[in-house]
């Protein structure tokens, strides 16, 4: 069974541009999450998807950090102008079932990004 | 709210030495309970977790840990490190949100094995 995908692996921009992540889930699995990790700190909850609806993104900076799940399936998070403390590794995971909280989540590589 | 304390930053220790890191959660109402690991350049694989039941977990590569309520702990420990073993280890448990659940993770532990 294929993993959870991510890509790029590794980005480095200037402050003020925009970039984007790619997530493609384990096939099937429902719920699909993004979080940050600051170096140094655990991963921190952005956005959670339940199919490609939004079940809650109250963690996401939502002036400049935008998500949106494609039929379901792939996702995308975007950083729309990034700033130098965006610095971190987004995951992304994935679960097979609704929202239950006994799912295990299964994670990506991540993407590491760096803000100059 | 629900969360997690993982008291050590940092745990040196010889390779076929056992090792415990400590987790600390604190909770109102009932618990799950999640150990990954984060190999360097990683995403987070999960060692073990606890739901209910047996207070005993074991988990994959040689992990267990023990649910204990009254000291709210979920120390994670192992008989006998391997240098492989080296990664960073977070504690986490599952807490409802406004409309799902999401993982509140500890700040990790790093655990390095030394020849």
């Known amino acids: 069974e294929a993993g959870v995908a991510q890509s790029p692996r590794y980005k480095i921009i200037e402050k003020r541009q925009s970039v984007a992540f790619w997530c493609n889930p384990i096939s099937g699995h429902a719920t699909l999450y993004w979080y940050q990790q600051i170096l140094g700190q655990g991963p921190k909850l952005l956005i959670q998807?339940?199919?490609?609806?939004?079940?809650?993104d109250s963690q996401l900076p939502k002036d400049r950090f935008s998500a949106e799940r494609l039929k379901g399936v792939d996702s995308t998070l975007k950083i729309q102008p990034a700033k130098l403390e965006d610095s971190a590794v987004y995951l992304c995971a994935s679960s097979p079932v609704r929202g239950v909280r006994t799912d295990t989540q299964y994670f990506g590589p991540g993407t590491r990004l760096t803000v100059l | 709210a629900q969360s997690v304390t993982q008291l050590d930053s940092q745990v040196p220790v010889f390779e076929e030495a056992p090792v415990e890191l400590r987790c600390n959660y604190s909770s109102s109402v009932s618990v799950y309970l999640f150990w990954y690991v984060q190999y360097p350049n990683q995403g987070l694989q999960l060692l073990l977790k606890?739901?209910?039941?047996?207070?005993l977990v074991k988990g994959i590569n040689g992990f267990e840990a023990e649910f204990n309520k009254s000291q709210t702990s979920f120390h994670l420990r192992k008989p006998s490190v391997h240098i492989s073993d080296t990664a960073e280890y977070f504690c986490?448990?599952?807490?409802?949100?406004?409309?799902?659940?999401?993982?509140?993770f500890g700040t990790g532990t790093q655990l390095k094995v030394e020849l």
């Open positions: 606890y739901l209910s039941g047996s207070t």
């Open positions: 986490a448990v599952n807490v409802l949100t406004g409309g799902g659940n999401k993982l509140t």
């Open positions: 998807f339940q199919n490609n609806g939004v079940v809650d």
